[in-house]
């Protein structure tokens, strides 16, 4: 299960996102492509294997998915695809042309203020 991999490799890119004194983090959103080759449901599980004792624990973790989108040598325009067919939904036109789908991205973190020190 490389689920479980990405998920620590989550968790260590956001813990060195955050600014000095954060100790919370709330929710991460992350961008998923249809093709990154991981499946939604296991990365949800290992997420909160992967931030037990981290700033990251008991945060949310919200993936947006995103389809295959190509783009159509034959209309000129970028198609969203149902189906996994490199086909234009519009014309039938094979294309290689892939222009969203491959994303496994960090989108935003939020987290709780650091404290103040007062003097």
């Known amino acids: 299960m490389h689920e479980l991999s990405i998920a620590q490799s989550l968790v260590s890119l956001v813990e060195r996102q955050l600014p000095e004194g954060v100790t919370r983090v709330t929710a991460v959103d992350m961008r998923l ?3 990154a080759g991981v499946v939604r449901g296991a ?46 939904p519009v014309c039938g036109t ?8 491959r994303e496994l ?11 103040v020190a007062s003097a």
Do not use: K, M, N, W
């Open 33 to 35: 492509g249809a093709l």
């Open 43 to 88: 990365l949800e599980f290992c997420y909160g294997i992967a931030t037990d004792g981290t700033p990251l624990q008991g945060s949310t973790l919200r993936i947006v998915e995103l389809p295959v989108v190509i783009h159509c040598p034959e209309c000129q325009a970028d198609r969203t695809l149902e189906g996994v067919t490199f086909r234009c």
């Open 94 to 101: 094979l294309s290689g042309d892939l222009r969203q789908g």
């Open 105 to 115: 991205d960090l989108a935003s973190i939020e987290y709780d203020e650091p404290e």
